[in-house]
């Protein structure tokens, strides 16, 4: 916020009258005059104390504090601490190379929400702007991408597969259409994949049947997110 110095004159002129009625204040002990004064001149600095909160409170834009006053930011950030995390503890308990591509992942997510952040602090940007900001978390979604190509060897191809059709669906902030369509639409892309992990892991090891009902539990809880705060289109200053 600027200041203007016309304002700051104002204020330092209210402080120095407040300091001096302070000083005035400083009566014997029994009158009353003087102890009705001293009660009526802290209820004043109670009700200025009050009002600069309020005042405070309004001038905090959404991009404030990390974007944590944002609605949009604080529904992403149930995504990320919600059901996403828990997929991510799988990640790293099934280890090897589910355990890498996650990391990639993570780094995806969190991309996104910094470009969040940064949506939620301003009005529509020109295409160009945000491109540049978006190209974070695309390079991102790129290295998970990479990575699954480079493994096409792994014993755990089908979840890097899953992984690499999931996490496709942070481009949603610049895709053409209803944005939560998009995002369901590269979950069903994912499920492909994570079909395949079911049955050949369902009876054996559990825990990566438990990892593909969590991704695409993760996904679908990104479509409900994007569904209830960009249900159009990208929404900013929110």
């Given at each position: ?103 990639l992942m993570k780094e995806a997510f969190t991309a996104q929400r910094e ?59 610049a895709a053409p259409g209803k944005p939560s369509s998009f995002v369901k ?54």
């Open positions: 916020m600027t200041s203007n110095p016309k304002t700051l004159a104002r204020l330092d002129a209210v402080f120095h009258r407040l300091e001096a009625v302070n000083s005035k204040l400083g009566g014997k002990p029994g009158n009353t005059r003087v102890t009705s004064s001293k009660s009526e001149f802290e209820k004043l600095v109670q009700q200025l104390e009050s009002a600069t909160v309020r005042i405070e409170s309004r001038l905090k834009t959404p991009g404030d504090a990390n974007g944590d006053g944002s609605p949009s930011v604080q529904g992403f950030d149930q995504v990320l601490n919600d059901k996403l995390a828990k997929f991510f503890q799988l990640c790293y308990e099934i280890g090897g190379d589910v355990k890498d591509q996650a990391a470009f969040l952040v940064w949506v939620s602090g301003r009005g529509r940007q020109p295409q160009d702007v945000m491109s540049t900001k978006l190209k974070s978390t695309s390079d991102k979604i790129s290295e998970v991408q990479a990575f699954c190509n480079s493994h096409r060897g792994s014993k755990q191809f089908n979840h890097l597969s899953g992984v690499s059709e999931g996490v496709a669906a942070l481009a949603w902030v639409e590269k979950c069903d892309a994912a499920q492909f994949y994570t079909n395949r992990v079911l049955k050949d892991f369902k009876d054996k090891e559990p825990k990566h049947a438990e990892w593909a009902r969590g991704l695409i539990g993760a996904l679908k809880q990104l479509e409900e997110y994007v569904r209830d705060h960009h249900s159009v289109t990208l929404s900013w200053g929110m």
